[in-house]
């Protein structure tokens, strides 16, 4: 049983980049480029089964959520901005302890880890863009 919470920022290219930046191949294409991170906490409880002990293990810790990522719009000719989105995401999650999996080993020196790749598909809804007269995503 596991429960958590966290909290994550990112900061896009697109977000640094003016009109002459858009008018370039490369800069369009990369400027959903993004990087992020945040903070969060998960509860486990886990029974736990070995060959000589069982129990149930409870365990609270901080971890901090790190990715990297690009959101890819798919633009038709007739629009001059896309809804649509692909997003490719990395994020690696890394723990402060090493309960997380429900498995603390004392004799372990690293905290627990892991990472995920992920493709989405996004939909933005309403207007987009603070002015859309000067902005193209």
């Known amino acids: 049983n ?7 920022g990112r900061m896009q290219l697109g977000q640094f980049l003016n009109d002459d930046h858009l008018d370039s191949f490369i800069w ?3 400027k959903g480029f993004y990087i992020g991170a945040g903070l969060g906490a ?20 901080i ?13 038709r ?16 999650v890394v723990s402060f302890e090493d309960g997380m999996d429900g498995d603390y080993d004392l004799k372990s020196n ?3 880890r892991y990472s995920f790749l992920s ?5 933005n ?8 007269s000067k902005r193209r995503l």
């Open 119 to 123: 493709l989405g598909l996004r939909y």
């Open 110 to 112: 690293s905290n627990d």
């Open 63 to 75: 971890f901090m959520p790190v990715n990297v990522g690009l959101n890819i719009n798919i633009q």
């Open 28 to 30: 369009r294409n990369l």
């Open 77 to 92: 000719k007739w629009q001059e901005y896309s809804r649509i989105m692909v997003n490719v995401n990395y994020q690696t």
């Open 42 to 61: 998960i509860e486990n409880k886990v029974d736990i089964t070995f060959s000589k002990t069982s129990g149930r293990f409870k365990n609270k810790e």
């Open 125 to 132: 809804f309403g207007s987009i863009g603070l002015d859309q």
């Open 2 to 8: 596991y429960k958590t919470i966290a909290f994550n």
